[in-house]
Nanobody, 134 residues
Framework: QVQIVESGGGLVQPGGSLRLSCAVSGRTLPYSLDLYAIGWFRQAPGKEREGVSCIAGSDGSSFNADSMAGRVRISRYNDRDNAKNTVYLQMINLKREDTAVYYC???????????????????WGNGTLVTVSS
């Protein structure tokens, strides 16, 4: 069983910063956890879910969506001994339109068309709410 838990959301003023964390753990996956890409997605009220950032497991390469280009940085820490990975999403210069529920998902990929999830909803967290407001 895989557990995915997001944290770090909250209320922040426009122009402010926030760091989200995603703790992923589990020993039942076919491959080692640190080989999986892990991504952040968000869903604003009345809008479709969109990919924000995705970091690979093999080489640590990453991709950020155009909507947050230059304002977001993704990183991850692999704790192999405990079969746990923590992925961080550092966001700066936040805007009101960044208000959304931010989700972490195991398995993601990217292309010129954006970031997509590779696995089913069993590999998503419950989300953390980010509200950008004065």
């Amino acid at each position: 069983q895989v557990q995915i838990v997001e944290s770090g959301g909250g209320l922040v003023q426009p122009g402010g910063s926030l760091r989200l964390s995603c703790a992923v753990s589990g020993r039942t996956l076919p491959y080692s956890l640190d080989l999986y890409a892990i991504g952040w997605f968000r869903q604003a009220p009345g809008k479709e879910r969109e990919g924000v950032s995705c970091i690979a497991g093999s080489d640590g390469s990453s991709f950020n969506a155009d909507s947050m280009a230059g304002r977001v940085r993704i990183s991850r820490y692999n704790d192999r001994d405990n079969a746990k990975n923590t992925v961080y999403l550092q966001m700066i210069n936040l805007k009101r339109e960044d208000t959304a529920v931010y989700y972490c998902a195991l398995g993601c990929t990217w292309s010129n068309f954006g970031i997509t999830s590779e696995l089913g909803m069993d590999y998503w967290g419950n989300g953390t709410l980010v509200t950008v407001s004065s």
